[in-house]
């Protein structure tokens, strides 16, 4: 399969402990995108990166949330000290530079107790 | 449609029938437009876009509509089938913002047999 992929898929933590995902993207894809998604609502966008440039971070949440793409392949996010309200869906997608078009993964579920 | 909280708006459509999904956009300027097939547990997927430049655009089974006038936009589905049973969301990228996807409120439609 050549598609966006993520992992773990599930996420069970304690609050307090920090937690890190993993996404590959398309591998010709040179964009890079994450999004969390809550029950019952679209994604909201995160962070991106072009290559291992991070080209936009103000949308990150709080500073306890941060990513990276050190060799402009596959990212990881990382969030800090979690809390019950970190609880979601975290996407991730990918794109080619100068195509719109992004292409989701499965998505990571984080569920913090 | 809009979202309330997990109340999302549903479509209920007899298989066979065409459906038609709805979505107000926020932002004027924007100049491309996607829509997202979301099964439960997965990933959005993507099924067509549009930019600005034009009204209409025709996939397979699958026709999206831009008023641009009262920032609409549809997705039409021809003949549809069990397995269309999704959420669907509609996705804006505002002016200035990079490539980041600004989602709607999603639309549950639901295919009876």
């Known amino acids: 399969d050549t598609g966006v992929s993520q992992n773990p898929r599930h996420k069970i933590t304690k609050r307090g402990q920090n937690v890190t995902f993993r996404c590959d993207p398309i591998s010709e894809h040179n964009r890079l995108y994450w999004y969390r998604q809550t029950l019952g609502q679209g994604p909201e966008f995160l962070t991106y990166f072009q290559n291992e440039a991070q080209l936009e971070k103000s949308r990150l949440l709080s500073d306890r949330f941060s990513a990276e793409r050190p060799k402009g392949s596959f990212s990881t996010l990382e969030i800090q000290r979690t809390e019950q309200g970190d609880s979601a869906m975290y996407l991730c997608?990918?794109?080619?530079?100068?195509?719109?078009?992004?292409?989701f993964g499965p998505g990571t579920r984080l569920l913090v107790l | 449609g809009e979202s309330v909280g997990l109340h999302l708006p549903t479509l209920s459509v007899q298989e066979g029938d065409n459906s038609i999904i709805n979505c107000a956009y926020s932002?004027?300027?924007?100049?491309?437009f996607i829509w997202y097939k979301q099964e439960s547990g997965k990933g959005p997927q993507f099924i067509i876009d549009?930019?600005?430049?034009?009204d209409k655009r025709q996939g397979q089974r699958v026709t999206v509509l831009l008023n641009k006038t009262v920032k609409h936009l549809s997705l039409q589905i021809a003949a549809t089938q069990p397995g269309d049973s999704a959420v669907y969301f509609c996705a804006e990228t505002p002016p200035r913002a990079g490539n980041m996807l600004t989602f709607g409120g999603g639309t549950r439609l639901m295919v009876k047999p």
């Open positions: 932002n004027s300027a924007s100049d491309y």
């Open positions: 997608a990918s794109s080619l530079l100068g195509r719109e078009t992004q292409y």
């Open positions: 549009i930019r600005s430049n034009m």
